[in-house]
T-cell receptor, first 112, second 113 residues
Framework: QKEVEQNSGPLSVPEGAIASLNCTYSDRGSQSFFWYRQYSGKSPELIMFIYSNGDKEDGRFTAQLNKASQYVSLLIRDSQPSDSATYLC????????????FGRGTSLIVHP | DAGVIQSPRHEVTEMGQEVTLRCKPI?????LFWYRQTMMRGLELLIYFNNNVPIDDSGMPEDRFSAKMPNASFSTLKIQPSEPRDSAVYFC???????????FGQGTRLTVV
């Protein structure tokens, strides 16, 4: 079992809809969780991080964490075509330095 | 700040040749990561340095791969000899110690023919 699992997609949503991206992880002691966005041919860039159970909102983005169920999700409200990208979930290993382990990413397509 | 700088952006080499990838982290960052990204395996950590010292190299695939960080502003990843299966995009990233965010360079697209 891979440490961080994501559905590869593509997830296709219409413009203006809510896009929901999910990620599960295997290490129950994981402490920090990150969402990166990667446009085709570009490098990953951080868009959200979350440490505590519950929701964290930043503009159109909401990260949700449920440590008991070992999943983290990213909601994108009012999706725009410019949100079309691959979204990578990253998890910090327990008990050590900051070493993020990445999922393989979910491809999101927002169509007009 | 110029961000993390990697060179070259693209590298095409023949099987068996030595390849050296270079990275300049963001000034003041003391954590540096080398990742490899392929369609099949996604983004994989190769090696992690903290204060120029290799802390975790468990992701280095085999002895053909080596990485150095002689000072806080420069790191190299060397593949010798290179093989076609090494073809991938190699990313360097840096972060402040204890900081939450890793900043990525633009990557080096390596093609071994």
């Amino acid at each position: 079992q891979k440490e961080v699992e994501q559905n590869s997609g593509p997830l296709s949503v219409p413009e203006g809809a809510i896009a929901s991206l999910n990620c599960t992880y295997s290490d129950r002691g994981s402490q920090s969780f990150f969402w990166y966005r990667q446009y085709s041919g570009k490098s990953p860039e951080l868009i959200m991080f979350i440490y505590s159970n519950g929701d964290k909102e930043d503009g159109r983005f909401t990260a949700q964490l449920n440590k008991a169920s070992q999943y983290v999700s990213l909601l994108i409200r009012d999706s725009q075509p410019s949100d079309s990208a691959t979204y990578l979930c990253a998890v910090k290993r327990a008990g050590g330095s900051y070493i993020p382990t990445f999922g393989r990413g979910t491809s999101l397509i927002v169509h007009p | 700040d110029a961000g993390v700088i990697q060179s070259p952006r693209h590298e095409v080499t023949e099987m068996g040749q030595e390849v050296t990838l270079r990275c300049k982290p963001i000034s003041g960052h003391n954590s540096l990561f080398w990742y490899r990204q392929t369609m099949m395996r996604g983004l994989e950590l190769l090696i992690y340095f903290n204060n120029n010292v290799p802390i975790d190299d468990s992701g280095m695939p085999e002895d053909r791969f080596s990485a150095k960080m002689p000072n806080a502003s420069f790191s190299t990843l060397k593949i010798q000899p290179s093989e076609p299966r090494d073809s991938a995009v190699y990313f360097c990233a840096s972060s402040l110690h204890g900081n939450t965010e890793a900043f990525f360079g633009q990557g080096t697209r390596l093609t071994v023919v």
